[in-house]
Structures are given as structure tokens and as C-alpha cells.
């Protein structure tokens, strides 16, 4: 059950950063372009567990993505507005496919269960 809860987070998550980037006029295909950047950060795995742990677990967390909204509301920058927008949306989506935060045990082991 507790399953299913984060996985449709994620969708409300992910549906409510694409409503909002609909706003803006930069089209779909920076969105798309853009989308998969946070995985970036499992090059941290090639170094060792510990450390991809650590790199992806802090790319994939909410409080990092609101930061650029944060600071673009505050600035009243539509880059950061929509690089936090976009930034978030990857988070929501991997949350509803079921991929959650890591523990440093394995890449497989997260907060969802074991995938």
C-alpha cells in the first residue's frame, strides 16, 4: 500500500510540474531534453556504493529541486523556475515508476522496496 501512495505522488508530482511548464513557452522538447539529466548523477556508483549513494540520493530529493523554484520565484528567473520545474518532474516520474531513494547497501535497495 505504502507503495502505491509514493508511486501516485509521483504522478500528482510529475502532472503538477508539467501543467506549470505548459505555462511557459519553452515547448516540450527542452522539457524532454532535460528530463533524464538528474540520472547524471549515478556516475557516482562507478566511484563506489557509498558515494552513488550519496550523488543520487541528493539529485533525487525534492528539497534539492525546489531550490532553483525557490530562487527563481524569488529572482523572478524563468531559467531556474524552469530548470527546478523540470528538475522536480524527473523526480515525481521516477518516483511513479518505482524507483525511490537509494541506501548505500545496494544500487537495487530504496525506500520503495528492493526492485
Not at 548523477?41 to 528539497?63: A, D, E
Not at 525546489?66 to 524527473?90: C, K, M, N, R, V
Request: with cysteine.
Amino acid at each position: 500500500m505504502n507503495r502505491v501512495i509514493l508511486q501516485l505522488e509521483g504522478l500528482f508530482v510529475l502532472l503538477f510540474c508539467m501543467y506549470f511548464y505548459s505555462t511557459y513557452d519553452h515547448g516540450w522538447g527542452l522539457f524532454l531534453l532535460f528530463l533524464l539529466l538528474p540520472d547524471i548523477s549515478m556516475l557516482g556508483y562507478f566511484i563506489n556504493v557509498k558515494i552513488g549513494t550519496l550523488f543520487y540520493n541528493l539529485f533525487h530529493t525534492y528539497v534539492t529541486s525546489a531550490l532553483p523554484l525557490a530562487w527563481g520565484i524569488i529572482t523572478h528567473s524563468d531559467l531556474s523556475i524552469i530548470a527546478g520545474l523540470i528538475w522536480t518532474a524527473h523526480i515525481g516520474m521516477d518516483r511513479l515508476l518505482g524507483y525511490g531513494l537509494k541506501y548505500p547497501t545496494h544500487f537495487k535497495d530504496t525506500h520503495f522496496s528492493k526492485i
